[in-house]
């Protein structure tokens, strides 16, 4: 069964730290770009980040450029996505996604799978 499922969410203080984590089962993350995205209440899905499945390119949204950080492990089949200084406008439910290419993936197109979502909460 092809699946992703992520981890890692919670509740944080201002200005904290995640690492949320994503694992692929029943497929090989190796050829795929894989990217988080999220969506907050009431609001649009934006993507937050993505990386390029061979030369690790990466792609950041303005708003979490800096503070965050995506990475992948092909040999754990796993990508993560560091979050440092955390703001409350963080808070959504984030989703690790994958596509064959990269540029599809930054433009917000999912040919492939998606996880089930992991809450972040961002509240003092």
């Known amino acids: 069964q092809v699946q992703l499922v992520e981890s890692g969410g919670g509740l944080v203080q201002p200005g904290g730290s995640l690492r949320l984590s994503c694992v692929a089962s029943?497929?090989?993350?190796?050829?795929?770009?894989i990217g988080w995205f999220r969506q907050a209440p009431g609001k649009e899905r934006e993507g937050v980040s993505c990386?390029?499945?061979?030369?690790?390119?990466?792609y950041y949204a303005d708003s979490v450029k800096g503070r965050f950080t995506i990475s992948r492990d092909n040999f754990k089949n796993s990508v993560y996505l560091q979050m440092n200084s955390l703001k409350p406008e963080d808070t959504a439910v984030y989703y690790c996604?994958?596509?064959?290419?990269?540029?599809?993936?930054?433009?917000?197109?999912?040919?492939?799978?998606w996880g089930q979502g992991t809450q972040v909460t961002v509240s003092s």
């Open positions: 996604a994958t596509d064959p290419d990269y540029k599809s993936l930054v433009a917000g197109i999912v040919r492939g799978s």
């Open positions: 029943g497929f090989t993350l190796d050829y795929y770009a």
């Open positions: 990386i390029s499945s061979s030369d690790g390119i990466t």
